[in-house]
């Protein structure tokens, strides 16, 4: 029987693939997911990964199974990870969304641990304006308590940082939700380099409204950046 959920699970596939290999997902730890179109149910990479030795380079659509906004698992062999309600709570909360990413992007969990809020520092990073809360929980978000404050917390934002932890980003495609993940990681490292030379300095706010953010945050810019990533992996 053909699985009506092929072309999202492949697409949460290759989204995984591009960030483990751009070192997001360090220990083969972190999760997309996708929300199926008019029905309460959500594609996301299986848990269990990391315990199995396993890495996220090779995950195909067989690792990707159907939850609910429960978080009960709706289609497929494997357990969905126990940070589920990440993702749960914010589909709850944001009905446009279409797709949320949790990372563990080393250098934004790094800045975190020194209070630091990543901040749009560059005009690709313009979307984080005014900057990008830190979440002040460190653990796991493993319960649909715990999911629904992250959700608060991010808002209307497209970032979360969990402090010590990890990130939390979404977007109304795969694509931007993934390619704001590596935006907000390589705007932590710009602002790293920058501390070296002085204190970061923001964006002005009148440079960040619809105008200044729309160029780098747009589906034909996402687009582009998922088929340059893609071509990464190809060459790998
Ligand atoms: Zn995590």
């Known amino acids: 029987m053909a699985d009506k959920f092929k072309d999202i699970k492949d697409r949460v596939a290759l989204g995984v693939r591009i960030l483990a290999y751009q070192g997001v ?3 083969a730890l972190g999760h997309v997911s996708e ?19 396993g890495i996220l380079e090779n995950i195909g659509a067989a ?36 797709s949320v990413v949790h990372a563990h992007p080393p250098i934004t969990v790094a800045l975190s641990a020194a209070g630091q809020e990543v901040l749009p520092i560059t005009a690709r990073a313009a ?25 608060a917390a991010l808002g209307q934002a497209y970032a979360l940082v969990l402090r010590g932890h990890g990130s939390v980003t979404v977007g109304e495609s795969v694509e931007a939700a993934c390619m704001i993940t590596l935006t907000l990681e390589e705007t932590a490292r ?18 960040v409204d619809e105008g200044g ?24």
């Open 25 to 27: 997902f360090p220990l």
């Open 35 to 53: 929300k199926v179109p008019g029905e309460d149910l959500i594609c996301i990479l299986s848990g269990g990964v990391h315990d199995r030795g």
């Open 63 to 98: 690792e990707i199974v159907v939850i609910n906004l429960d978080g009960e698992l709706v289609e497929g062999e494997m357990e969905p990870p126990g940070e589920r309600f990440i993702h749960t709570e914010i589909y709850r909360s944001r009905p446009e969304i279409r």
């Open 127 to 151: 979307l984080f304006s005014p900057s990008v809360k830190i979440f002040p929980h460190h653990g796991q978000i493993d319960n649909p308590p715990i999911g629904g404050k992250v959700a």
């Open 190 to 207: 710009q602002q790293w380099i920058a501390a070296a030379f002085g204190k970061p300095q923001p964006l002005p706010a009148g440079a």
């Open 213 to 236: 953010r729309r160029p780098w945050h747009s589906p034909s810019f996402y687009r582009a950046a998922w088929s340059y990533y893609c071509a990464q992996l190809t060459k790998s």
